[in-house]
Structures are given as C-alpha cells and as structure tokens.
C-alpha cells in the first residue's frame, strides 16, 4: 500500500480525481469500479471539470459501481443509481449503457449474475474507487466472522445504519440489505484508490494504517495484501491516529 497524506479532503478528492483522469488518458477503454457516499461524491466534479475543459473524455470507458441497496427503486434521489447519473453519467460523454449500477428492485439471483458478468466481462476492473464505512466495510462487505470473496447481499451493520441515516428522513427508512461486490471482486481490480477523512473513520484507518493484521472485523485489513493500493488520507487524519508521515 501507498499512502499518501494530503492537506485536506479537498486536496485528497482532487489528487484522486487526477488519477482517475491518468487511468483514462492513458487507456481511454478503462473500466473503472466506482464507489458512492459522502466521501467519493467530491471527487466527481473534479472529473466533471476535466470533462468539460477537453482534458478528458469518457467517451469510451466502462463502469460498475461497487453496491446498491435492496429495495431502492432506480429513479428514487437516494438509490446508488440516481446519486451516480445525477453526479457524474449524466454530465460527461459517457455511454450510459456502459454504466452498470445494480438493479436493487430485482430478482436477486438474477441481479447477482448480471452483476458478475458486467465485472468479468471482456476485461477486469483497471482502478477501482473506494470509501471506507464506518464499520470497516469497503462495498458493503460488513464486519463478520468471515468475509465472502464474491457478489452477494449483505446486511447492513448497525454502525452503517446509523451513519447512512444522515440520508435518509430516519433511520427507520435506511435499507436494512443491500447487492454488493464482495472482497475478492474488489481485489482483482489493477488498481485501487481509496480516501477516507473525518472523526467516524479514526478506527477503521488505525486497523489499516497502525498495524500489520488483516481481519474480517475490519474488511478494509484486506487492502494491505493488494499490489496496487493507494489510501489517501488528509493530515488531519492523519495527525489524529498518530499516523507518521
Ligand atoms: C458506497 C460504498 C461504501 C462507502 C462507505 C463510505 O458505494 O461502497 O463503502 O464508500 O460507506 O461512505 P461515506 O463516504 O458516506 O462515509
């Protein structure tokens, strides 16, 4: 792992966001996993703006999102699909057929094998984008005894409730589950980035950055075995867990 500590989120977002326009520039078919949330809804606009200044085109790049919540209707404002036109497919060149976010409302046999083919289809993920939750989760991969390798619905942790209530009206109206790739589709990706920043993932970042243990009790652990991992984090972060840099 790489880790790279920045002067603050913002710096952090747009540092990703340069890699993420690299990855295109340098292979304009790249397939690219994206991530939702808080954290990564900052870093879109950066991609929008190189869009729009002819830096960039997403002319002919391939995407698939990392997780969506069962029972969310695609065109509803909160559903993963919704909050990735909304921020980003719909203000680029983009092909939205090339855009695959999970279907929520389906069957989830029949989703989990469309799932798997838009992963494993033609080519694998070249970069993969990634928040931390505040449980651990990477995807929706909650803490558990063990971890599952491949696509899979998972119940939401409590913790991942509470934090996603922000969202929502109550916490009642959170989505108790939710489609979403599992840590083996992560891994396979060439390249990963992941930001993190802010008080709720002090604890998550100490079991990444503080110590040598992968543990299923803290699924972001399994990016300290991937070739290609980048973590950026901001000083403020940083400074707070007592990471040295
Ligand atoms: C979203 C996803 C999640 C989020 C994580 C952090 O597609 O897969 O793992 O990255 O829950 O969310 P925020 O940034 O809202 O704290």
Redesign the pocket.
């Given at each position: 792992m790489t880790v790279i500590v920045t002067e603050s989120y913002e710096k952090s977002c747009q540092l990703v966001a340069q890699k993420i326009i690299e990855q295109v520039k340098s292979d304009p078919h790249s397939k690219l996993g994206?991530?939702?949330?808080?954290?990564?809804?900052n870093i879109y606009p950066y991609l929008v703006t190189a869009y729009e200044n002819k830096e960039v085109s997403f002319a002919n790049v391939t995407t698939v999102?990392?997780?969506?919540y069962i029972g969310m209707p695609s065109d509803n404002i909160l559903s993963?699909r919704k909050s990735m036109d909304d921020w980003f497919f719909d203000k680029v060149d983009i092909d939205k057929k090339n855009t695959y976010v999970a279907d929520g409302m389906n069957s989830i046999t029949e989703e989990i094998k469309i799932f798997n083919e838009k992963l494993y289809k033609d080519k694998l993920i070249d970069f993969q984008l990634?928040?931390?939750?505040?449980?651990g989760?990477?995807?929706?991969?909650e803490p558990n005894v063990f971890l599952t390798s491949s696509v899979h619905t998972e119940q939401l942790d409590e913790v991942?409730i509470k934090?996603?209530a922000?969202?929502f009206k109550s916490e009642k109206d959170v989505p108790k589950s939710s489609i979403?790739m599992g840590v083996g589709d992560i891994m396979k990706a060439s390249k990963i980035a992941l930001?993190?920043?802010?008080e709720?993932?002090f604890e998550a970042m100490r079991q990444l950055l503080l110590n040598e243990n992968i543990i299923s009790s803290c699924p972001v652990t399994v990016l300290k075995m991937h070739r290609d991992c980048t973590i950026v984090i901001d000083k403020n972060l940083a400074d707070n867990i007592g990471y040295k840099y």
């Amino acid at each position: 792992m790489t880790v790279i500590v920045t002067e603050s989120y913002e710096k952090s977002c747009q540092l990703v966001a340069q890699k993420i326009i690299e990855q295109v520039k340098s292979d304009p078919h790249s397939k690219l996993g994206l991530a939702t949330g808080g954290t990564a809804e900052n870093i879109y606009p950066y991609l929008v703006t190189a869009y729009e200044n002819k830096e960039v085109s997403f002319a002919n790049v391939t995407t698939v999102n990392l997780d969506e919540y069962i029972g969310m209707p695609s065109d509803n404002i909160l559903s993963y699909r919704k909050s990735m036109d909304d921020w980003f497919f719909d203000k680029v060149d983009i092909d939205k057929k090339n855009t695959y976010v999970a279907d929520g409302m389906n069957s989830i046999t029949e989703e989990i094998k469309i799932f798997n083919e838009k992963l494993y289809k033609d080519k694998l993920i070249d970069f993969q984008l990634l928040g931390v939750g505040v449980s651990g989760h990477i995807g929706f991969n909650e803490p558990n005894v063990f971890l599952t390798s491949s696509v899979h619905t998972e119940q939401l942790d409590e913790v991942t409730i509470k934090s996603n209530a922000r969202f929502f009206k109550s916490e009642k109206d959170v989505p108790k589950s939710s489609i979403t790739m599992g840590v083996g589709d992560i891994m396979k990706a060439s390249k990963i980035a992941l930001v993190a920043t802010g008080e709720s993932k002090f604890e998550a970042m100490r079991q990444l950055l503080l110590n040598e243990n992968i543990i299923s009790s803290c699924p972001v652990t399994v990016l300290k075995m991937h070739r290609d991992c980048t973590i950026v984090i901001d000083k403020n972060l940083a400074d707070n867990i007592g990471y040295k840099y």
